[in-house]
């Protein structure tokens, strides 16, 4: 089957470009003709306060990947999918905010006719900070696609309200950088430092994690690493009303994968306190580099870690849940125990059933009027 898919990748940085990438690569293996379009300008700065781009890669590229797309030339959206018309018989486009919808219409428009069926893979169908018009604008690109695929039940049930067509859903597949593990056999140190990891967003709830640690266990600091969406005020505020400036060390900014070990290699464990979640690779990255998890339930999260066993669980958005979930980390033994039952993900059996699902969306009766 000859597969197009549209979203970002290297020079982009961050889990979208990893996966849109590592996607392209797994299609490829199964035997599919693939092309990868992406971007050479993927949408204003003022719409992403952070950083865009990254100088090296943190994934094998994908060979013969276009980067076509750009914002600033609506045309290049209607002569990418002319392109594709006639040689995809399926097109993927990776959607993670509303802002795409104009650009991807653009895409759809020139793929018209062609007979290739059209899927959104929707990592996120509405933001996690919403805006009056995020639910009008999905709702006008999931009217006008062939299928949806989604990373949890709980997404699928928000598509089926925007979309009449078919939504699948897949359990998100491990993309993590190709880094080495810094895990080493048996090591003994208990560190009494936590690590919440990657970019700040309110709905990661790092202000909750906050508020726990000053009622958790008092020897324990915290490191904070990753970009901050909005800047570090807030939170250089918060951590002195709460008398934690000693505690907790902010690394701001966005960490290559290649330090990526060294900083898990300092911690007892991953912190993800998310208020909600539709996926997240972190917990698997942990994993890889040899330490636990604490983390709510909220989304997926829960299924990925075993709670007891290679981390611990607790409620979203609950300080005390999220405190007592701390003390209980630290009960004596504890940390080794869980640190013992980590191990690494196999992507494979995640991976042969994401491929599976997204290429029987081809076969699919459409279901849009």
């Not at 952070?50 to 797309?69: K, M, N, V, Y």
């Not at 593990?181 to 967003?201: E, Q």
Request: proline letters at 7%.
């Amino acid at each position: 089957m000859r597969i197009a898919i549209i979203g970002p990748t290297y020079p982009y940085k961050g889990g979208i470009a990893l996966h849109t990438t590592e996607l392209a690569h797994r299609l490829r293996r199964a035997g599919h003709e693939v092309v990868l379009e992406s971007w050479s300008a993927q949408y204003p700065k003022v719409l992403y306060p952070g950083r865009q781009t990254i100088d090296t890669p943190e994934h094998e590229l994908f060979p013969g990947s276009r980067r076509a797309l750009s914002w600033r030339r609506p045309e290049s959206w209607w002569q990418v999918g002319r392109r594709l018309r006639g040689w995809a018989d399926q097109a993927v486009l990776a959607v993670s905010t509303p802002w795409q919808l104009v650009p991807y219409l653009g895409i759809l428009v020139g793929l018209r006719g062609g007979g290739t069926r059209t899927v959104a893979l929707c990592h996120n169908v509405l933001p996690h900070e919403r805006s009056r018009v995020d639910e009008r604008l999905m709702r006008t690109l999931l009217a006008r696609v062939d299928g949806v695929l989604v990373h949890s039940a709980e997404q699928a049930a928000v598509a089926r309200k925007l979309a009449s067509t078919t939504v699948t859903v897949a359990a998100i597949a491990p993309y993590l950088p190709t880094t080495k593990s810094s895990a080493t056999s048996g090591d003994t140190a208990v560190r009494k430092r936590l690590l919440f990891f990657g970019i700040v967003r309110p709905y990661k709830g790092l202000d909750v994690l906050l508020r726990a640690l000053a009622r958790g266990p008092a020897d324990v600091a915290l490191t904070v690493a990753g970009e901050f969406w909005g800047g570090t005020a807030d939170t250089v505020r918060l951590i002195g009303e709460l008398g934690l400036a000693a505690r907790v060390t902010l690394r701001p900014g966005y960490l290559p994968s290649d330090q990526v070990p060294a900083l898990f290699s300092e911690a007892d464990a991953l912190v993800l306190p998310y208020r909600t979640a539709t996926s997240s690779q972190n917990a698997w990255i942990a994993f890889e580099n040899g330490i636990p998890v604490i983390s709510t339930r909220a989304g997926s999260l829960g299924d990925q870690i075993t709670d007891g066993v290679d981390g611990i669980l607790c409620e979203p958005d609950d300080v005390d849940s999220l405190a007592a979930a701390l003390d209980r980390f630290y009960q004596p033994g504890i940390p080794l125990r869980l640190r013992a039952g980590v191990a690494p993900v196999d992507p494979e059996p995640y991976w042969k059933s994401y491929i599976d699902k997204l290429t029987a969306l081809v076969a699919e009766p459409t279901c849009r009027s």
